[in-house]
């Protein structure tokens, strides 16, 4: 297996395009002449019944084509994914501020612009909830409750030696991908449309556009080239522009482009959920876990979206890697007048580690012991310490390896020792280091969604196009793909090419989302591929005279076993199929087997395995100013056995910052009227190049084949994300420094200079 | 005239009958059909729209500058010649700033790519990236949310200063200032680039409404995220009078008002290491390359970055408008909100430091913010005091964020001098502060904060400049601007 490109190196499949600015994405796309654009007109309040909606001065403005309402849509006017509670065009309310009350379809934005201001809208204001705590006060929630329970916690707590009590909230974070949402509307014969989308969730684009159009699925095909990034924001809230450019085309007959500047997408798309948690928790002198209470909320904003299985995520995570002898988790989806959250990146995991990880590191430093003793001490282990709070078995948890062989990589003792000496002797520069576990379930929790297809088409001249049902936000995945692909049929990568992902190639596809691109799509690309490559070798088992067993692929070369014979090209072999009438297209399919979830019982097996990592974390604080620096951060992540090393390495490293930037710099403010304030780069601060550390060290777990995963490999989107948990701690151990021996540390998140200088002052 | 002319990717161009209005970025991407370039934000924070200007006058000669090209308006390249991403490559050959951001895996969804490439070009270039920080600060204008930045930053140091031997090289030595004189009409707008002060009288004289604008950072927000419609503008970039940049022998410096922060950057390291200190801090590569001294003090934010320097400095302010020039001192030069004391017809020419005197003088720039790199500040200061015997003879504290104007602290000036500076002297001139100003409360930090890193940052002054006069250089990578090594 000298010659594959499994497991190997390589850069990322468009990167020549991203560099020379020759890689399209929707709005760079040509559009054909006579194409109109379009722009939401937004509600301006947050909550307010509709008294009046007239855009007959609108449609008069010069250069519009078309101004629609909820009056104007032929279908059914809901975009919501699961919950049927999110009209596209509002109708009778609006819910937040930033919700789309008609679109303008015109010649130009400046049109759009004349247009939205022409358009008479009165509203009579309702009483808007606006933050999280204040719709927990008032009950204001929506969608079931989610609970899981194990043996009596009350009693355990009660009888625990060191009990921990308190709140807990993480905040809200915008994806900020570099290219905003946007979608490009075409009409085809018959009343068809075909659709460019950036979206992580074709075929949802494709039903929502059918049901508002009132359509059936046959006449919408939409294709994703590819994202300027996604992180989850992509995988719902696309349908919206995809539709109402759809609108927009059944109301001109013309082709329209929709583009969100990026305070429109900011105040108009929905964000990572808030979450706000209340817990109790009891620990022996030791530091193990004894028992532990969570009620938590996740702000939904005002429709559910994805909210449901956001707040199950959490809860399947309150545990992150420590086994929880007794336990009681509470969750529920509160309901606020803000844009309606969404999937991002962890997908409430997060957040509901972050519970878990206050109270460990308020337990370590209530014992006076090492916060990373105290993680190791609780890791799962063999039975009965190897169940989670929702019954799944934690088979060979690798947290206890990782921790190990990371505590060593990084010379953390030592590095402990050194921080507390610097402690001792400096007084505005504080150190502090922390060791980061993460334990991240994968698969979709909606067992269903956990299926894939695949199409693979081999011209007769050995070229190979490669189609799945999973989209290329940056991520790598149609890197991975033309991997196995060409793995699997023994050729070069440069003979594959990935085409981009269209609902008229791969049918019913679910979002590339849950970590799950690689391993979904991965098996489905791979059977496709192992079935053309039988049906090659029986072609060539004929030509070399050998049972097509014997029939080797490898390189872009054909050859018998042991390589002693003659050797064909693979564009000979797929000659030679053609000319023996010979199909040279398949379809793989993949679902994952032996997955389910009880929700009303708390109990089963949500995930198919589970993916590991650890960071040891060493940052820097000025007490005079709260600022602060990541000086080097060390990873040990387990991706199984990497498909492509570089791009998982890429994963980690860009998870890790994006971590970062939730849990120190991004703070999204919101005023009295529920109006964003932080919606554009000025205000909302993601990490710049210098918040990378200037010592940056990632490697791979080695030996850890993962079973029943394309090849022995990992999920690797979602789970390093976590892993910057470890800044917090580390920023906690440098604060304690500053205060007095075993005062509290009260560290809000994000630890913006200001939340960190309120620690170090006890303000 | 309704001509612009410029080179694109070395190739000659005319734009006839646009907007002057109309954005380079708007432009490249529309009608020149060149998609590459991004817009992630119109207002130069995300430098996904990066491209590169040659700039021939240069401090220390001709040179490769990257610029946001959503906040250069298409006039303001009449006689520029503009490099996009999709100039670089020879043939299939990639230029090696795009070859080695593939070979790091430094793009991911690739959509901030063409933008790190333009920045990686102009490193590849440059001949004063000499300290590893100026890598951070030529690349932090660049936001990548996919790769967390540590394949960007190996790549950009794997080009740096590299000069390849390549036609861009060459491009570069036979830079010359073109004519850039233009008086432009287009599509019911005006802009006026006039060379020399009487071609300034005039254009002022023949639009007197005209929105003055120099390299367009702050002006241009207000077409591309305000969508106001500038219907005349005059362009102060081309008048040669504004690039003076002057040290002479007793120590006293010469700012003209047009000189690139970036150029202001290069030449205070040798001159002024407090204002280097501030720029260290200020905006990103592509707003230094295009951002000005005058129209950072015009434009007379409260939080302005160089003004609490100066202000620390006892900088003075040239004005000149068509019955002559005169001169104003800095703390009289900011008189309200986003107001100064120069009359209508008047423009600020210059901004002159006075010659330090001698003895025992301690100087230092802070700025504080969310993010260290291309933010606002919560709060910016200049700190100077003159001591004679252990005595503070003279104080100088001004802040930035801390009311409608940079201003001096009054109280907490006249609480420190004729006291020995010790930290407690600096403790109790702190708290001073609280009578000097009422700090604004907003997005960027509250008024508690403000006011406790203001005072805060006194003491650190006295802390960091313990040991005598200056303050020490910054490492690589300080744990924030205030730099206190010892205990």
Known sequence: MSRTPLHRPSPHESALGHVTGRARYVDDLDAPPGTLVAQVVPSPVAHARITRLDVTAARAVPGVHAVLTAADIPGVNDIAPVAHDEPLLAEGEVHCVGQAVAVVVAESYAACRAAAKAVVLELEPLPAILDLEAAVAAGSVQGDLHEMRRGDVDAALASAPVRLSGTYRTPGQDHFYLETHAALALPEEDGALFIHSSSQHPSEVQAKVAEVLGLPRRMVRVQVTRMGGGFGGKETQGAHFAALAALGVRATGRPVRIWLNRDQDMTQTGKRHPFYSEYEAGFDEAGHILGFKVKTWADGGWSMDLSKAILDRCLFHLDNAYYIPSLYFFGQVARTNTPSNTAFRGFGGPQGMAVVEEVMNRAAERLGLDPAEVRRRNYYGDAPRDRTPYDQVVEASRSARIHAELLETSDYEVRRAEIEAFNASSRVMKRGIALQPVKFGISFTHSVLNQAGALVLIYADGSVQVNHGGTEMGQGLHTKMRTVAAHALGVLPEAIRVMATATDKVPNTSATAASSGADLNGAAVKQACETLRGRLAEVAGTTLGVPPAEVVFEGGEVFARGG??????????????????????????????????????????????????????????NGLTGEHRVRRVDILHDVGDSLVPTIDRGQIEGAFIQGLGWLTCEELVTDAQGRLRTHSPDTYKIPALGEAPPDFRVALLTGATQHDVVHGSKAVGEPPFMLALGVVTALRHAVAAFLPAGAEVGLKVPATPEAVLRAVMGA | MNRIAFTLNGQPREVVDASPNLTLLQWL?????????????????????????????????????????????????????????????????????????????????????????????????????????????????????????????????????????????????????????????????????????????????????????????????????????????????????????????????????????????????????????????????????????????????????????????????????????????????????????????????????????????????????????????????????????????????????????????????????????????????????????????????????????????????????????????LPYRPTGTVQVVAS
């Open chain 2, 29 to 473: 991407r529309g009608p020149a059909g060149l998609p590459g370039t991004k817009e992630g934000c119109a207002e130069g924070d995300c430098g996904a729209c990066t491209v590169v200007l040659v700039e021939p006058e240069a401090l220390g000669g001709p040179a490769y500058r990257a610029v946001n090209a959503c906040l250069v308006l298409l006039p303001m390249v009449h006689g520029r010649a503009v490099y996009t991403v999709e100039g670089l490559a020879d043939g299939d050959r990639p230029h090696p700033a795009q070859a080695a951001l593939i070979e790091q895996l430094g793009s991911q969804c690739g959509y901030c790519t063409p933008g790190v490439v333009m920045s990686m070009f102009e490193a590849c270039y440059r001949t004063d990236l000499d300290e590893d920080w100026k890598l951070d600060d030529q690349m932090c204008g660049n936001l990548c949310r996919c790769t967390g930045y540590r394949p960007i930053r190996d790549a950009a140091r794997q080009v740096a200063g590299t000069r390849p031997a390549d036609a861009f090289s060459a491009a570069l030595a036979e830079a010359r200032p073109e004519p850039r004189a233009l008086s432009y009409e287009g599509a019911g707008g005006r802009f006026f680039m006039p060379e020399d002060w009487a071609g300034l009288w005039a254009a002022r004289a023949a639009a007197p409404d005209a929105v003055l604008v120099n390299g367009g950072t702050d002006v241009c927000l207000r077409i591309t995220k305000g969508f106001e419609v500038l219907p005349a503008l005059i362009s102060l970039e081309a008048l040669a009078p504004l690039r003076a940049l002057e040290a002479h022998p007793d120590g006293s410096l010469f700012i003209g008002a047009g000189v690139h922060l970036s150029d202001l950057e290069a030449f205070a390291r040798d001159h002024s290491p407090a204002v280097e200190r501030m720029l260290r801090f200020f905006g990103a590569r592509q707003i230094k390359n295009r951002g000005t001294v005058g129209g950072n003090l015009c434009n007379a934010s409260p939080i302005g970055d160089l003004a609490p320097i100066f202000l620390a400095l006892g900088a003075v302010a040239h004005a000149r408008g068509p019955g002559g020039a005169r001169t104003i001192p800095l703390d009289a030069f900011f008189t309200a909100y986003r107001q100064t004391a120069l009359a209508p017809d008047e423009i600020l020419e210059a901004v002159s430091v006075p010659a330090p005197p001698a003895g025992d003088v301690r100087v230092v720039a802070y700025k504080v913010s969310k993010r260290q790199e291309l933010d606002i500040s919560a709060v910016s200061a200049g700190l100077w005091v003159r001591l004679e015997d252990g005595v503070v003879a003279e104080a100088r504290f001004a802040f930035g964020g801390m009311a409608a104007t940079p201003a001096r602290a009054a109280r907490a000036e006249a609480l420190a001098l004729g006291k020995p500076w010790t930290e407690a002297t600096a403790r109790a001139a702190a708290a001073g502060l609280d009578l000097d100003f009422a700090p604004l409360d907003d997005h960027r930090g509250s008024a508690w904060y403000r006011g406790t890193v203001a005072k805060n940052l006194l003491v650190g002054f006295f802390l960091e400049t313990e040991g005598g006069s200056g303050a020490p250089r």
């Open chain 1, 564 to 621: 002693a014979g003659r050797k064909l090209a693979f564009g000979e072999v797929t000659q030679a199929a053609y000319l023996a009438q010979v199909s040279l297209s398949a379809t793989g399919f993949y679902r994952t087997p032996d997955i389910r979830y009880d929700a009303k019982a708390g109990k089963g097996k949500p995930f198919h395995y589970y993916a590991y990592g650890a960071a040891v974390v060493e940052v820097e604080v």
